[in-house]
């Protein structure tokens, strides 16, 4: 049956609440699925005897990513993104309800965005964004510090395994000095036939190999962008006012896009 118990655990087939676990199937650290002490064969941090057993997204079950994140494929969740098929931190992609999305999340992961717990914040919205996807979209995850480095070398189908192990690869991402946006956006502008593209940062263009001039940045993203694709940018922020703003505001204008200030301090 499917159940979900008190600590203490039982028998079922279901999820089991933290706790003492049992003979069920479970959440947990032990060997069950999920976070608790059951026994059985499962994912997470126990020694379950499945072949094909990984810890994903702190433990979540294969084939439930969707539910357990709070969004369903199409519709809206909660948290910070809360904005249903594919959207970040409230704002929607321009593709929803016109067929397939072709969605490609550049995420700042320079050492700034450990400030005010950023990067966490940043990261769940990304995952729910992913999870929330439908059928047939395809996305793909870009993180830069100084460096740019892509979740994948081709699109990404947006079906429950892909979606599972890129929200593993999120969780993991860690932080670096400096700030590539010109290289990360050029990196996202090279997959043919995206329809949109967000791009989150709290800086400006910083480091060796950094192209930092705005207006130069800005031709060259308009010169790139040949699928005229959707540009979204996202100050992700604390209440303060950050140099960078004029860039994402530039290459939101100049890609038929919209730039965002998002206030993490009013982010739960």
């Not at 609440?17 to 064969?41: D, E, K, Q």
């Not at 740019?148 to 000095?177: C, F, G, Y």
């Not at 130069?216 to 962008?225: C, D, Q, W």
């Amino acid at each position: 049956r499917i159940g979900t118990r008190p600590p203490g655990g039982g028998h079922g087939n279901g999820s089991e609440l933290p706790g003492t676990g049992g003979s069920g199937v479970g959440y947990g650290r032990g060997r069950g699925i999920g976070i608790g002490n059951g026994g059985g064969a499962g994912v997470g941090d126990g020694d379950g005897d499945g072949g094909d057993n990984r810890v994903v997204a702190r433990g979540v079950p294969f084939g439930d990513i969707k539910g357990l994140l709070g969004v369903t494929a199409g519709g809206a969740g909660g948290g910070p993104s809360g904005s249903g098929r594919g959207g970040v931190f409230g704002k929607r992609p321009s593709g929803v309800g016109k067929g397939a999305l072709h969605v490609v999340y550049v995420l700042d992961t320079s050492g700034s965005m450990r400030d005010g717990n950023k990067i966490g914040k940043a990261k769940e919205a990304l995952s729910k964004a992913i999870a929330g996807l439908a059928p047939g979209d395809t996305f793909n995850i870009i993180h830069f510090d100084a460096n740019v480095v892509k979740l994948s070398v081709n699109m990404l189908p947006a079906n429950a395994d892909v979606v599972q192990e890129s929200i593993r690869w999120v969780e993991r991402l860690p932080l670096a000095d400096h700030t590539n946006i010109s290289g990360a956006i050029l990196a996202a502008l090279s997959y043919d036939e995206i329809n949109e593209i967000f791009l989150m940062s709290d800086g400006e263009p910083e480091g060796p190999n950094t192209i930092r001039d705005v207006n130069e940045i800005r031709r060259l993203v308009r010169e790139k962008n040949t699928s005229h694709a959707r540009i979204m940018t996202m100050g992700l922020c604390l209440g303060e006012h950050y140099p960078g703003e004029e860039l994402m505001k530039g290459i939101a204008s100049d890609n038929s896009g919209e730039y965002n200030y998002i206030n993490l301090n009013q982010v739960h």
